[in-house]
């Protein structure tokens, strides 16, 4: 459970140490303040909206106000002291931790936003500070952010990278014939912990890597000669890891152009209709991933928590056409968990919601009931976990083929996971 005591005392040291500057009043009522002059509640979106990493944040910004229009038409957030209409706060953290710290800070400042959510990664560490400080609750869609210091970070829609073992755990049991793989990543706070997952997961399944992962420079352009190196030893399976949608283009651009035929697993496929036309049908078939389009029948199966998703993916897709990808409904999805937190507890205040949102240790997941869990592989039972879709391109057209539950290929393989983990450097008290 979150230590209130522990980041009440950063709060009200917080208030303190910046009440010279703009009055420790000013601060800790200038977001009620705001909220009661126009009955609005508002929610930072701190994420790269601009840049190579502008897939993961831009889109989800779309769908959230795809989601406050629905939520606001029906009356908004309800609370014992009236309705408060959703309004989101945007500011484009360039995915630099600099840029995201200040961001934070006006967001919280300024705007009197009551939560905020993050797609996180590298950007995280520059505003855990003022997460210390301020008490805010924050939210990421990697949990490989999360440890023990980090008490109001949830992670309540995405576990990345861990999720990534569906998609290995199913190929080997629909495809055994496949027996080799190699992998690429970028080298970052993205990159590394997916490509332990990956490791961890090939090795649970039986499947030989035929070299160490090659990790290239994240301002990597020309991605002819990684996928000669990947590609040399004639491998069943190449991974892509977490690689940016900017990445995973060129690079399937280039295992077209060199001629592989084999096995391709991503955690991602953003856009990939553009792939097909940059490539073939016939090259993308059986491409395996972990996103799914929401016109998927399967999401209308009982146990989905996510509000009408075809229609969803319908709105969206008229308004930005050709940009679904994978954090297109993520961030609404996180919205219909603090919704219905802060409906329980009868209140925005962060240190209400994230109570409200963890009591019992359960949660409404998209793809089903959770557990809040993570302490085992991230110090702190701050991720909400379950079932995850491993997704097949089929026709030109993302499927779910199955939903796989995390829990229990965790429950059988953990021990690789952390093996592989501390190997890269990425177990939570490993990162300093």
């Given at each position: ?5 522990r ?5 009200r ?13 000013a601060?800790?009522?200038?977001g009620s303040?705001a ?7 508002r929610?930072?979106f701190?994420a790269?909206?601009?840049g ?6 831009k ?8 989601w406050?229009?629905w ?13 408060r ?19 934070a800070?006006?967001l ?11 797609l ?25 952010d ?13 576990v990345?990278?861990?999720y ?10 629909n ?22 997952t ?12 035929l070299e160490e992962?090659l ?6 352009t ?68 972990q996103?799914?389009?929401?016109d ?5 199966a ?5 509000r ?11 308004r ?10 993520e ?7 603090w ?6 507890a ?6 209400a ?6 009591d019992?240790?359960k949660?409404?997941?998209a793809?089903?009931e ?28 993302a ?7 995390i829990?229990d290929?965790?429950?059988a ?5 952390k ?5 890269y450097?990425?177990m ?5």
């Amino acid at each position: 459970m979150v230590d209130f005591r522990r980041f009440s005392i950063g709060r009200r040291r917080f208030l303190k140490t910046t009440s010279s500057l703009i009055g420790a009043s000013a601060l800790s009522g200038l977001g009620s303040a705001a909220r009661a002059a126009d009955d609005v509640v508002r929610i930072g979106f701190l994420a790269p909206l601009t840049g190579p990493v502008a897939a993961w944040g831009k889109p989800g910004l779309d769908g959230c106000q795809i989601w406050a229009e629905w939520v606001n038409e029906e009356g908004g957030i309800k609370l014992p002291d009236g309705n408060r209409k959703v309004e989101f706060v945007s500011y484009d953290n360039e995915y630099d931790p600099a840029v995201a710290r200040t961001g934070a800070t006006k967001l919280i400042r300024e705007d009197g936003v009551s939560f905020i959510m993050m797609l996180g990664g590298d950007t995280w560490p520059g505003v855990q500070p003022v997460a210390d400080r301020t008490g805010m609750l924050f939210s990421t869609l990697l949990p490989s952010d999360l440890s023990p210091d980090t008490p109001t970070l949830v992670a309540p829609a995405e576990v990345h990278p861990v999720y990534n073992v569906t998609g290995v755990a199913w190929l080997a049991e629909n495809k055994p014939d496949l027996k080799t793989a190699v992998m690429c990543a970028q080298d970052d706070a993205l990159g590394l912990p997916s490509v332990a997952t990956y490791l961890a997961a090939f090795e649970a399944a039986g499947i030989e890597m035929l070299e160490e992962p090659l990790l290239f420079d994240p301002a990597t352009t020309d991605f002819a000669p990684v996928v000669t190196r990947l590609i040399a030893g004639n491998p069943d399976i190449v991974c892509l890891d977490t690689c940016y949608s900017d990445y995973v283009h060129p690079i399937c651009e280039q295992l077209f152009q060199q001629g592989y035929k084999g096995q391709i697993i991503s955690c991602t496929a953003d856009f990939y209709d553009q792939i097909i036309a940059k490539t073939s049908k016939e090259f993308m078939e059986g491409f395996v991933f972990q996103f799914p389009d929401f016109d998927d029948p399967a999401l209308n199966a009982e146990g989905i928590n996510f509000r009408d998703p075809n229609r969803f993916f319908e709105v969206y897709n008229e308004r930005h056409p050709g940009e679904w990808g994978a954090v297109s409904w993520e961030y609404a999805s996180i919205m219909d968990l603090w919704k219905a937190a802060a409906e329980k507890a009868g209140s925005v205040e962060p240190e209400a919601v994230l109570a409200a949102m963890q009591d019992g240790g359960k949660g409404l997941h998209a793809f089903g009931e959770a557990d809040w869990w993570g302490e085992d592989l991230f110090g702190i039972n701050n991720a909400l976990v379950g079932n995850w879709p491993v997704v097949v391109i089929e026709d030109g057209k993302a499927v779910i083929k199955e939903m796989r539950s995390i829990p229990d290929w965790y429950a059988a393989h953990g021990d690789l996971l952390k093996k592989h983990m501390e190997a890269y450097g990425q177990m939570w008290n490993q990162r300093g």
